[in-house]
């Protein structure tokens, strides 16, 4: 499990990296990662080590079936149509965006596969979990229910539950995210996300969520 929280991250400057074992143990253990700028906390994450091991699973072991969103191959990339101005941004021109059901355009639900573009790390190919963590990060964009143009739904907060190592580069999401009542909301909403890679179910994430009105 990754939990991470976030504030506002500067850009165009170096910032501090910190490490810490906050509960040791052979078969589960806790570490935690934060970010500083020039002493200020703007970034900090969690994660929770389970053992793995090898364990033949019974035949009569019952499971959910995988159910995954279909599959990225033949289905168009489609750009967020939302964007700052021209500049370049994660959202756009970092990750390719293929949906199986629904769009960008249409809000609720929808079902995508998203691939990583770019190195998390200069020279370094991105792992599964990089994959899977910056995937999970759309889960409020992509299953927007509000006008964007009225409203915002920013998540403070990321939760991702993995199964396994994810595989390959590919990382599907079945996605929805939910305000309230169908008349009221407290301002407080929650996305969600199943995640799967081209091998079947491979965890979920959640993301709380401040809402607000633009105006």
């Given amino acids: 499990m990754k939990q991470c929280f976030f ?27 934060r970010l ?5 906390e703007v970034a900090r994450a969690r994660a929770l080590r389970i053992r793995r091991s090898d364990l033949e699973l019974p035949d009569d072991t019952v499971q959910p079936p995988p159910d995954p969103p279909g599959s990225p191959h033949g289905v168009p990339r489609q750009r967020a149509a939302w964007a700052v101005d021209d500049h370049i941004a994660f959202h756009r021109d970092s990750c390719e965006h293929r949906f199986t059901e629904g769009s960008w355009d249409q809000p609720g639900p929808v079902g995508v596969w998203i691939r990583l573009l770019v190195g998390v790390v200069a020279g370094e190919t991105p792992t599964g979990a990089q994959r899977a963590a910056a995937a999970a990060d759309f889960g409020n964009g992509v299953s927007g229910g509000l006008p964007f143009d009225r409203f915002t739904f920013i998540n403070p907060d990321l939760t991702v539950h993995l199964l396994r190592p994810p595989v390959g580069e590919w990382i599907g999401m079945r996605t929805a995210s939910h305000y309230g009542t169908a008349t009221a909301s407290t301002g407080v909403g929650f996305a969600e996300s199943e995640l799967y890679d081209l091998e079947g179910r491979l965890g979920r994430s959640v993301q709380s969520l401040l809402l607000d009105s633009r105006s």
Avoid: F
């Fill in 36 to 40: 500083d700028d020039e002493g200020v």
């Fill in 7 to 33: 504030s506002c991250l500067p850009v165009g400057r170096p910032l501090t990296l910190a490490t810490e074992i906050e509960r040791p143990g052979r078969k589960v253990s806790l570490v935690a990662v």
